[in-house]
């Protein structure tokens, strides 16, 4: 097993001091950590949830089917997304919320993942 790029592991400790929502997606689709405010959303901590793919975060946030493909592709771009959502985490009474995506990108090695904000 190799080591994860250098920027996800910065990518992990900046989003965990945050009280915004935040994933960081690795480049493989998966879902390399969510920070406290995400967990609380999600109603599961990161280490229950584990390494999971991106579609199946998007299943715990309720997201609507027809956001899924565009927040997918948000989560895998090569350049920043905005979107807007309508989620329903645990059940809750749906609501509107946005989503901030970004890729991070290593030096001669192109795409190493994304960090992605939920606004609500």
Known sequence: MTAPPVALLLARLLTSYLATPAFVVAADGAVAFCNEAA??????????????????????????????????????????RQLALSIAPRGRPRQEAALTAFPMLAPGRGPVGTVAFLWL
């Not at 959303?41 to 975060?57: D, K």
């Not at 946030?61 to 927040?71: H, I, M, N, Y």
Request: hydrophobic letters at 45%; glycine letters at 12%.
């Open 39 to 80: 967990e609380e959303l999600l109603g599961t901590t990161f280490p229950e949830l584990g390494r999971v793919p991106a579609a199946e975060l998007l299943g715990l946030l309720g997201t609507e089917a027809s956001e899924e493909t565009a927040l997918a592709a948000a989560l895998g771009a090569d350049r920043p």
